[in-house]
């Protein structure tokens, strides 16, 4: 039997052994990045996606092999395990297939097919399975026992079909293949509700809606299921395209038959049979497995979009940093006021106050008279501005400060709100600001995240930041998993100043917690800034371990050591001070000195303990010591004149921010309170596949006005510039590849009975499974 890490390795596309050496490493504690990044030998260079996948798929897979074991110990226990049963049980490859085999032997309530075997007539189902030949009316006859709860032969007979039916339902190959076939030919259809058309306007796209099982994007699945939560949208799934009404015959039902080895010539005992095969997909195999693809829809549809929400928050919390400069936070409100908070270059709070400049209060004057003071006393650089309610009309506030007091050179920008309001009303807030107002906690929160955008957000739960889709409806363990799993990569990537970083910042750090960051933050209040990495050691609980894990992501600045501040590890300082020698220069000169490094080669370091990879990584971190990969910070510029939705036209140009992607997509902000979808097919002039490829969270795009639909707030916008702008309907919605249901549907209700033996075997000719009449046969 395949194992684990052979399977992993298939897979992932490596070989066994840098899969081996990963499992090993997990398993002993180290995470994700101090493997991706100091312990590249051993995996051979492994990187933090491969490991993440690698993390995912063994926790699937030992979690399947429990399963595994655990039907194994069930089936043991009945006494009913053979080789055969236990073969195809270890060789199993999905949670789906495990059960599918256990379906037989699963503990259940007692079924009609229970009661007819007690009643003793197995005999009789195998009898007419086996001997078609046979009258079944009159070889049900012997089995006729009125003790025994079997009154008339058609009792009899009724009692062998349930048997029939349950082992067919129940037989894993059987199901398997009916399952795949209903996947690659069936649909799913949507209706709306009767009387919910107002109610349930949002979901417009999907009131007459039918598509492919196969075809179905994640985003679209999301919103099916959603309707049909909220009671607007009625969901169906229909084998072949057609709808599964009483008289219809399919070709799952000829496949059932073929599978048991019922073929229609005319004897006594086939049209019972082919009855029964009927009977069995309608009551117990069609249902059945529909339940499975509503999961496998649904899974996939999940697993898709925490995909895709995990992308955009790491591409958010890898966002450019505006820097150490001392900043305004602007949080918009009409009636409450504009919260202000201004923040020196260290991210401390210096002053707080709140403006009236909107309705119903119009202090304009007044409220830039108060800001420009602030501006002035704290040397003000930028100006963060929330995007929320009101943050257009603030929006144009900061911009007359700019325009009216330009020697103090101010930059206004507009940044993302979401998940501010979470952060003002948590604990964390309540403790790191006590003295503040919740109010204005979201201001301070503002203008930090304009500084280090990774620095603050993770003080705030990731699924509230709302860079996903349908975030709401996924899984929660599997989206916080996911989404944990970013935040810790991100984090380390870029590393951590210890002397400055929060609790929340230090809690992402390799090895550490929140109780171990708790504890960092406590040391360095008692006692000062750490002088070295090594005097973390003295941090209570912190032990060799811990150190290992944490220390080459933890910054020292302006230490005695300048390795230090570097992304270089405590365990390779000997290489590195091996390096220093060989340049001869001290390390203070050679840092930074990319002359120098590059004529050195790295195979000359290399020792039994050290390798290639992290020599060469030593010399990048000497080259550029504590490189940040975040990329340089820029700032769009919204259009004056342009605040709501109605001030927008088909054909305007404007420049945007990218505030969220999605399958289909991304949405910009260009300033009316609304953001606009980019199309996947209006991204670019060839074909996009992934929209993350082109536009990532956080970028600065120029983007062209398509449509606009005032009254569902949608707006449409394209990246292609140059292409020719036809207005669309404004009652249609942006996803249209939505398609009707097909044509009227028949009521076959009236033909059934002696009708459904006849269109049986017509299903089975059109599986080709059964001779066409009208056409001549061969030899």
Same mark, same amino acid.
């Given at each position: ?40 030998? %051993? ?128 037989? %894993? ?391 230090? %501040? ?117 991204? %670019? ?95």
């Amino acid at each position: 039997m395949t194992t684990i890490g052979q399977r992993i390795a298939h897979e992932l596309g490596v070989a066994e052994r840098q899969v081996a050496a990963a499992i090993e490493l997990l398993d002993g504690g180290a995470t994700v990045p101090f493997i991706a990044r100091y312990r590249k030998e %051993a995996t051979g260079t492994l990187d933090d996606t491969q490991l993440r996948t690698l993390e995912e798929r063994l926790r699937y897979l030992r979690e399947m092999d429990e399963r595994r074991k655990a039907i194994l110990d069930s089936i043991i226990a009945q006494g009913k395990l053979d080789a055969a049963l236990k073969k195809e049980i270890e060789a199993a490859e999905t949670k789906a297939r495990l059960e599918d085999l256990y379906l037989p032997f699963k503990p259940k309530r007692r079924t009609k097919a229970q009661i007819a075997r007690e009643a003793g007539l197995e005999p009789l189902a195998d009898a007419l399975l086996a001997r078609p030949e046979a009258e079944p009316a009159r070889a049900a006859a012997g089995f006729v026992d009125e003790g025994r709860g079997v009154a008339t032969t058609e009792a009899a007979l009724e009692g062998a079909r349930a048997i029939l039916v349950e082992r067919w339902a129940e037989d %894993a190959t059987l199901l398997g293949a009916l399952r795949e076939a209903y996947w690659q030919r069936g649909r799913i259809t949507a209706q709306v509700r009767a009387g919910k058309e107002t109610d349930g306007a949002k979901f417009a796209d999907y009131f007459d809606f039918a598509e492919p099982l196969t075809k179905l994007p994640s985003h679209r699945i999301l919103a099916l299921f959603r309707g049909e939560k909220e009671e607007v949208l009625n969901l169906r799934l229909e084998e072949d395209g057609k709808v599964a009404e009483p008289g219809y015959v399919s070709l799952y039902e000829g496949r059932v038959a073929v599978h048991a080895g019922i073929a229609d010539r005319s004897r006594p005992g086939d049209r019972w049979l082919l009855e029964a095969a009927r009977w069995a997909w309608r009551t117990k195999l069609r249902g059945s497995i529909e339940v499975d693809l509503r999961m496998r829809l649904w899974t996939a549809a999940e697993d898709e979009a925490v995909r895709i929400f995990a992308g955009n928050l790491r591409d958010l919390l890898l966002a450019a940093p505006a820097g150490a400069r001392a900043t305004l936070g602007l949080d918009p409100g009409f009636r409450t006021g504009v919260k202000v908070a201004v923040v020196d270059a260290t991210g401390k709070v210096v002053a707080t106050d709140t403006v009236y400049p909107h309705e119903p209060r119009r202090q304009w004057d007044e409220a830039l008279t108060r800001l420009s003071q602030l501006c002035r006393a704290h040397e003000v650089e930028l100006i963060a501005i929330g995007n929320g309610t009101a943050s257009r009309e603030t929006d144009k506030l900061a911009g007359e400060l700019v325009a009216r007091h330009a020697e103090l050179k101010l930059t206004r920008i507009m940044v993302s709100e979401a998940g501010a309001s979470v952060y003002s009303a948590s604990a964390y807030a309540s403790a790191e600001l006590p003295d503040l107002d919740v109010s204005l906690r979201g201001a301070v929160s503002i203008a930090r995240r304009l500084q280090d955008p990774l620095a603050e957000l993770v003080k705030i739960e990731p699924k509230s930041i709302g860079v996903g889709q349908y975030q709401h409806d996924l899984a929660e363990h599997k989206l916080s998993r996911s989404l944990d799993a970013v935040v810790e990569d991100c984090v380390n990537a870029v590393g951590v100043d210890v002397n400055t970083a929060s609790v929340p910042l230090l809690a992402r750090v390799s090895g550490l917690g929140e109780w171990m960051a708790r504890s960092i933050v406590t040391h360095r209040d008692a006692n000062g800034p750490f002088a070295s990495r090594k005097a973390l050691t003295k941090v209570t609980g912190l032990g060799p371990k811990t150190f290992q894990l944490s220390a080459g992501f933890l910054r020292i600045q302006d230490a005695a050591d300048p390795l230090d %501040a570097s992304g270089v590890h405590p365990e390779a300082y000997p290489v590195a001070r091996r390096i220093v020698e060989a340049s001869r220069h001290g390390l203070g000169q050679l840092i930074g000195n990319r002359t120098v490094l590059r004529t050195l080669r790295p195979e000359q370091f290399v020792d039994a303990t050290f390798g290639l990879p992290t020599v060469k990584d030593i010399l990048a971190e000497l080259e550029k010591p504590g490189r940040d990969p975040r990329p340089e910070f820029k700032t769009a510029s919204f259009k004056d004149g342009i605040e709501k939705i109605g001030d927008l036209t088909p054909g305007m140009v404007l420049e945007g921010v990218v505030t969220n992607v999605a399958a289909f997509g991304a949405f910009v902000d260009v300033g009316v309170h609304q953001d606009g979808l980019v199309h996947i097919s209006a991204l %670019a002039n060839s074909f996009v596949k992934d929209p993350r490829a082109i536009v990532k969270p956080g970028d600065v795009v120029r983007v062209k006005v398509v449509d606009v639909d005032v009254g569902r707030k949608r707006i449409g916008l394209s990246m292609r510039l140059d292409d020719e702008v036809t207005p669309r309907s404004a009652s249609r919605g942006q996803d249209r590849r939505a398609q009707p249901a097909a044509g009227p549907r028949g009521n076959e209700g009236a033909r059934r009975g002696n009708e459904s033996g006849g269109a049986l075997a017509d299903a089975l000719r059109r599986a080709g499974l059964r001779p066409d009449p009208t056409k001549p046969r061969g030899r």
